[in-house]
């Protein structure tokens, strides 16, 4: 019985061959997987996606990921800081169309007027919105000590991929040197964590070298680490990043997308009760990206309310979407395509990951 996909979506617990199988499932079989996935959505998590509002601040990094259209290797990338000022209006654009939540992004730094600004800037959004909007970081590798800092001034989620749980593949994708490298990746998950963070992880699909074992490998993972929310999204190649290079050796876009979206409802049926986000770089494939996501087991979406004129030099990846678009706009653009997909708006709700709580307990 288990060689069947229904077999194996009877057990309760999936081992890694049972996820390989799943993943190689053709478009009849998958549709029995996405079916599975969205009832356990809505049974678990409700028919409701949450707004986070995503302000990506800088594109200023000092790292070099061997992937990423803003390393700090491409001297071909203008680059540009927000003022506090320009972030504080974005804050307060979110809390008064009521999205709960913002997301605060930018490429990595760890000196210490960054460290400093940062806390200045969650205690003043906390202020501005009478402490009504929940905020979320993704400001990459940073010490115990600053996440500490950030999060009794704020900030109650952080995101940090981990890219690839292999650190072999890992290893691959970046460059093996002080700045990078897998063990603090590791290291930083755990800290965050052990702050008290709702803790945020992912990966990316479709990525060079990348195989179906280090995928399930990957699913596997955010299960052991108990992880309370996931971001997964196809690996899109830039063209100014040393990866470029090995683009005819990617399955195709199409392919990429699928396999993204058999990794999201998998996670679905293995994680019931985590966030999943319906990531921006699945719209970069197909328009309607987002709201398949969602149909199939992901919860929360995060429309882009950075300044329009900044948005085109925050291009992680080519053919990044929405990049003309006004945060009225995408607000807007969002709530139609989440009630396409079938769900309701979670406004004004912060919308944490029930996961989070349940793990708190133990
Ligand atoms: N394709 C897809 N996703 C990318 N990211 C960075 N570069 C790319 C790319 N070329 C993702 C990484 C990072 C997140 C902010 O964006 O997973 O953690
Ligand atoms: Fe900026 Fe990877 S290139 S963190």
Redesign the pocket.
């Known amino acids: 019985m288990k060689n069947t996909v229904t077999g194996i979506l009877a057990h309760d617990e999936l081992l890694k061959e049972d996820i390989i199988q799943l993943l190689k499932t053709d478009v009849k079989e998958r549709n029995i997987i996405y079916q599975k996935s969205s009832e356990i959505k809505e049974q678990y998590v409700g028919k409701k996606a949450y707004y986070r509002g995503l302000i990506e601040f800088s594109n200023i990094c000092y790292k070099d990921?061997l992937?990423?259209?803003i390393r700090a290797g491409n001297k071909k990338q203008e680059r540009y800081n927000l003022t506090d000022e320009d972030i504080l209006k974005a804050a307060k654009f979110a809390h008064e169309n009521k999205f709960g939540s913002i997301v605060l992004?930018s490429g990595e730094r760890e000196d210490k007027e960054f460290i400093n600004r940062i806390d200045n800037l969650l205690k003043k959004i906390k202020q501005i919105s009478n402490n009504e909007l929940g905020i979320t970081i993704?400001l990459g590798e940073q010490t115990e000590e600053t996440y500490k800092r950030w999060f009794e001034s704020g900030a109650h989620r952080y995101l940090l991929?981990i890219?690839s749980s292999s650190k072999e593949l890992f290893e691959k994708i970046h460059p093996v040197n002080k700045k990078h490298s897998f063990e603090r990746r590791l290291e930083c998950l755990y800290a965050l964590q052990e702050v008290g963070y709702q803790t945020g992880t992912?990966?990316?699909v479709g990525l060079p070298f990348q195989t179906l074992e280090h995928l399930a490998d990957d699913l596997l993972f955010f299960k052991s680490f108990s992880i309370d929310m996931v971001g997964m999204?196809?690996?899109?190649?830039?063209q100014e990043?040393p990866l470029y290079e090995f683009r005819n050796t990617l399955l195709p876009l199409n392919e990429r997308f699928n396999l993204t979206l058999k990794m999201i409802a998998i996670l679905r049926i293995m994680m019931k009760d985590i966030n999943i986000a319906s990531a921006t770089?699945l719209q970069a494939i197909d328009p309607a990206g987002r709201e398949k996501a969602i149909k199939i087991g992901a919860n929360v979406i995060m429309p882009n309310i950075t300044p329009t004129i900044h948005r085109t030099n925050y291009q992680?990846?080519e053919n990044k979407p929405c990049i003309d678009e006004s945060a009225d706009d995408c607000g807007n653009c969002m709530e139609a395509r989440i009630h396409l997909a079938g769900d309701e708006v979670g406004f004004g709700e912060w919308g944490d990951s029930k996961h989070y709580y349940k793990r708190q307990k133990i």
Not at 233 to 238: A, D, Q, S, T
């Open positions: 990921c992937y990423c259209g992004q993704s991929r890219e992912g990966v990316m999204g196809p690996y899109i190649e830039h990043t770089a992680l990846y």
